[in-house]
């Protein structure tokens, strides 16, 4: 089960106001948006509910425009059958809320061979970040978290990080954890952690469940960009997730070529994430 399909998920999705509903064990959300109408999406399903059962419990529910996001194991075929089906009956969202491709490490490689997996430059990055006396901590204050991410958004900032401390509230302890870079701290020495008067460089949340670590959201200053903060931080969020007993590692989305005119944006973060490695894993899309 995908991390959009799991209970703890529904309960974030809820507060931002969308009723969430179960039907064949799959989740729905949906919402009356206005000037567009009563919106469902359907979230990396496996699979859909049964069609004959699914038209009729979205009709009761007044809904008009379906959105569908399968996982990498749907079977396209029978999922292009299907959405062709709801076609009939609604109108099929096209523009995907979630990525539609991501990278996937594989995190049960030993750890010195998890670290060979980088290009040169990765490897050489995590040395420098360390050889900068960057130091990568974990750390329980979504706060700190939210201001190095601010800061690192520039004017947007508060936009996208927003939503993120609730998210933080139900996921954790048990299922996120956080990473924060300081450059050369004042370290306490009853706990070997940072002082108040340290402030990080960059931080990375992170989210677990079903033994998949979800590389959420990440940022980092300027000063912790030139440290090479974010090189460590991957590489010290890979062993975490180790620890913490995860299979895999996803990187939540990187640009996919097969829709050119979306996420243009992602092109310069994709080429940081190819960098540690990893399989390319493509979504099923409607086709345009």
């Known amino acids: 089960m995908e991390i959009q399909q799991s209970p ?15 039907l064949d064990g799959v989740n729905i959300f949906i919402r009356k948006i206005p000037f567009y109408g009563v919106l469902a999406k359907i979230q990396r399903p496996i699979d859909l509910p049964y069609i004959p059962r699914l038209v009729p419990f979205l009709k009761r529910h007044k809904v008009q425009r379906v959105l569908v996001e399968p996982t990498q194991d749907t079977n396209e075929k029978r999922y292009q059958e299907e959405i062709k089906s709801l076609s009939k009956f609604f109108s ?13 490490i594989n995190l049960t490689k030993p750890k010195k061979e998890l670290f060979q997996s980088f290009t040169e430059s990765k490897r050489r990055g995590v040395r420098r970040a360390q050889k900068n006396r960057v130091i990568v901590k974990e750390s329980n204050s979504i706060q700190d978290f939210i201001r190095t991410k601010n800061s690192s958004a520039g004017f947007l900032g ?110 310069g973060f994709t080429k940081f994430k190819k960098g540690f490695g990893g399989k390319e894993i493509y979504y099923p899309i409607k086709y345009r």
């Open 8 to 22: 703890l998920y529904r309960k974030y999705i809820e507060l931002w106001g969308w009723t969430v509903l179960t």
């Open 92 to 104: 099929i969202h096209k523009e995907s809320f979630l990525p539609t491709k991501t990278i996937y």
């Open 158 to 267: 508060e936009i996208t990080t927003s939503g993120v401390n609730n998210l933080w509230n139900i996921f954790s302890p048990d299922h996120a954890a956080i990473l924060l870079a300081y450059h050369n701290p004042t370290v306490q020495k009853q706990n070997n952690l940072p002082t108040p008067q340290s402030h990080p460089v960059g931080g990375i949340l992170l989210l677990f469940w079903d033994f998949i670590a979800y590389y959420w959201i990440a940022g980092a200053t300027k000063k912790g960009k030139k440290l090479f903060a974010p090189t460590l931080l991957v590489w010290e969020a890979l062993k975490l997730s180790r620890k913490k007993g995860c299979t895999q590692f996803d990187f939540v989305g990187v640009f996919d070529e097969r829709i050119q005119n979306q996420f243009q944006s992602w092109k």
